[in-house]
């Protein structure tokens, strides 16, 4: 089977980085090849980007600052792992990819989604998902639980709820412009629910590609 990329996305706090952990135990146990990575970061390099962002230190970055990381990052992310990956015939799974950067630069810092997807256009080389699984759940209960779980928050968290609820309206929006691809997770079931939500979307493509 070809490699595959399937990206998972969502509010904080919805518990998407679990279920990435849950479908890779299951995948494997399955016989399948798998990677698991994450954006920002994947990378040394993308690594070091991602402290950058992340860090609540610098809280003066300018939202074009900011989406550039994103897409440098990105690019060394894509060349050095994801594509020598799919290449290799794995299954990818990407904790955030470039529908994060739509929502978060392009809604919730209103740079616009044009601007942003342009920009990505170079990084991602080419590279798409064939799955992503959009995990959505009321915006406040999500970062309650996040932060609740965290402890620390980094800056984009520390972001005011207005801010995040324009991120949340960017993934409502891609939703809605890549039905094909972006699949609905109601994140808002009990873990094993969910669980089960995230395979079916998985298994169907899985088996649409072999």
């Known amino acids: 089977m070809e490699g595959l ?14 279920q990435v952990y849950l479908v890779d135990e299951y995948l494997r146990e399955k016989g399948y090849n798998t990677l698991v990575t994450r954006e920002p970061g ?13 860090n609540s ?23 050095q792992v994801i594509k020598p990956a799919l290449r290799e015939g794995k299954i990818v799974l990407c904790d955030r990819f470039v529908d994060s950067s739509i929502a978060y630069q ?20 080419g590279t798409e998902p064939d799955l992503t699984l959009l995990f959505k759940m009321d915006i406040e209960k999500a970062l309650n ?6 402890g620390c928050l980094d800056r984009l968290e520390r972001e005011k709820l207005e801010f995040h609820r324009r991120v949340y309206r960017g993934f409502c929006v891609l939703q809605e412009k890549y039905p094909w691809r972006i699949k609905e997770i109601d994140a808002s079931k009990s873990l094993d629910d969910v669980f089960k939500q995230v395979l079916k979307q998985i298994e169907y493509l899985i088996y649409c590609k072999k």
């Not at 996305?9 to 980085?17: H, L, V």
């Not at 230190?57 to 690019?75: N, P």
């Not at 639980?145 to 965290?150: K, N």
């Open 5 to 18: 990329l399937i990206t998972f996305e969502g509010p904080d706090g919805a518990g998407k980085t679990t």
């Open 42 to 54: 994947g990378t040394s390099i993308s690594e070091e980007i991602r402290n950058i962002l992340l």
């Open 57 to 79: 230190v610098h809280s003066e970055m300018d939202a074009l600052t900011e989406m550039y990381l994103y897409a440098a990052a990105r690019a060394q992310h894509v060349k």
């Open 106 to 125: 392009g809604f919730g810092r209103g740079l616009g989604m044009d601007v942003v997807e342009t920009v990505n256009q170079y990084a991602l080389q």
């Open 145 to 150: 639980r996040g932060r609740a779980r965290s």
